[in-house]
């Protein structure tokens, strides 16, 4: 299994980046993903989810309205659109995957890609 996330970079306040995870090595369409962002000391934070199944998705409070996530079922890739982008967005982002249903907490996801740094600048 593998999850390979792209896409992030160093952007001003209010600029866009679009993250993507490439998902190899299983049943795609059995799954969710997740996109979550880590801050040195500080706990993993649930971004946004898909079901790949019925495209059903999540989004926490602070990024509703700016991020949008959807999946590329014939790619096997689920991109994450960010606008409007924050300081406080500033993160290592990681995509995850689980079988099933979402879920928001990281610890319920078995497969993790690698990480990307974003960074906002103010």
């Known amino acids: 299994v593998q999850l390979q996330a792209s896409g992030g970079g160093l952007v001003q306040a209010g600029g866009s980046l679009r993250l993507s995870c490439a998902a190899s090595?299983?049943?795609?369409?059995?799954?969710?993903i997740g996109w979550f962002r880590q801050v040195p000391g500080k706990e993993r934070e649930g971004v946004s989810c898909?079901?790949?199944?019925?495209?059903?998705?999540f989004y926490h409070d602070s990024v509703k309205g700016r991020f949008t996530v959807s999946s590329d079922n014939a790619k096997n890739t689920v991109y994450l659109q960010m606008n409007n982008l924050k300081p406080e967005d500033t993160a290592v982002y990681y995509c995850?995957?689980?079988?099933?249903?979402?879920?928001?907490?990281?610890?319920?996801?078995?497969?993790w890609g690698q990480g990307t740094q974003v960074t906002v600048s103010s």
């Open positions: 898909i079901s790949i199944s019925d495209g059903t998705t």
């Open positions: 090595g299983f049943t795609y369409g059995d799954y969710s």
């Open positions: 995850a995957a689980r079988l099933g249903t979402f879920v928001t907490m990281a610890k319920y996801y078995r497969y």
